[in-house]
């Protein structure tokens, strides 16, 4: 089983960004998606984003225009380009990948934690 491990979390200021990465242990490519949730104190965790095999994007709402999710395959590293980041984003942020089968599996998390 490939393991993920977050990195790139901390404090900020709001309107500053944060870049997160997710490395995996072994090859990505055979990942039909990788992306991000996160899950604030009291609150279910949402999802944020998430990038398919094919490399199309999708996100949350609130999120558009301010976050960017990539990926480097050669790496096997998923990145959370997080920018004009609000108080509201703060969160603990979880990687996650699924395999072709519908398998989830997911990282230990990073804390993002933006000041007003």
């Known amino acids: 089983q490939v393991q993920l491990v977050e990195s790139g979390g901390g404090l900020v200021q709001a309107g500053g960004s944060l870049r997160l990465s997710c490395a995996a242990s072994g090859s990505i490519g055979s990942f039909a998606v990788m992306g991000w949730y996160r899950q604030a104190p009291g609150k279910q965790r949402e999802f944020v984003a998430q990038?398919?095999?094919?490399?199309?994007?999708n996100y949350v709402d609130s999120v558009k225009g301010r976050f960017a999710i990539s990926r480097d395959s050669a790496k096997n590293t998923v990145y959370l380009q997080m920018n004009s980041l609000k108080p509201e984003d703060t969160a603990v942020y979880y990687c996650y990948y699924n395999l072709w089968s519908g398998t989830r599996n997911w990282g230990q998390g990073t804390q993002v934690t933006v000041s007003s």
């Open positions: 990038i398919t095999s094919s490399a199309s994007t």
